[in-house]
T-cell receptor
């Protein structure tokens, strides 16, 4: 079955430290896309970063980077120099070959001052 | 700058009542989605629509029906609400295909079934 696994229900990180949020996926599709979304306490879903299965370079968007290891089927999100405003729920998602997008259960990140 | 608009924002139903959650997008996207979000479960796909007139089941379709009225609108109907359907519902849209087609979300509908 195609699925997304986020094994860290919650994380606590000191402000200004880097943080890695884990995501592994399972798919038999050759073509797929991987996303990370942020959901602050206000509830909206905010797109952070995208990685295509054929992209050779790891995606980066400002302080966010995606550590894509295709053979291991992992797509970890790295946030450099964390800020208090990074405290939120983070979801990993995958666009499958049939265009459906499925999500992991999320990781709640707490940034400590 | 409307993006994806969901109505209503909040709703309380009694068991057995019916209701329709409305969703409209103004970005000319082909693909639209309905998800439910429950604590500890992430977002689970209820239904998906690739284009006007087409719908497909997701992970948790039981108890729901959908209608893709036109390219803009994708509604979710609960025919006989049950307490297990208490959740936050999100509608989303995106362009089709495997390029960097970002999924845009509505603000969500918080539904309680008593």
């Amino acid at each position: 079955a195609q699925k997304i696994t986020q094994t860290q229900p919650g994380m606590f990180v000191q402000e200004k430290e880097a943080v890695t949020l884990d995501c592994t996926y399972d798919t038999s599709d050759q073509s797929y896309g991987l996303f990370w979304y942020k959901q602050p306490s206000s509830g909206e879903m905010i797109f952070l970063i995208y990685q295509g299965s054929y992209d050779e370079q790891n995606a980066t968007e400002g302080r966010y980077s995606l550590n894509f290891q295709k053979a291991r089927k992992s797509a970890n999100l790295v946030i450099s120099a964390s800020q208090l405003g990074d405290s939120a729920m983070y979801f990993c998602a995958m666009r499958r070959g049939d265009d459906k997008i499925i999500f992991g259960k999320g990781t709640r990140l707490h940034i400590l001052p | 700058n409307a993006g994806v608009t969901q109505t209503p924002k909040f709703q309380v139903l009694k068991t057995g009542q019916s209701m329709t959650l409305q969703c409209a997008q103004d970005m000319n996207h082909n693909s639209m989605y309905w998800y439910r979000q429950d604590p500890g479960m992430g977002l689970r796909l209820i239904y998906y629509s690739a284009s006007e007139g087409t719908t497909d089941k997701g992970e948790v379709p039981n108890g729901y029906n959908v209608s893709r009225l036109n390219k803009r609108e994708f509604s979710l109907r609960l025919e006989s609400a049950a307490p297990s359907q208490t959740s936050v519902y999100f509608c989303a849209s995106s362009e089709r295909g495997l390029a960097k087609n970002i999924q845009y979300f509505g603000a969500g509908t918080r539904l309680s079934v008593l």
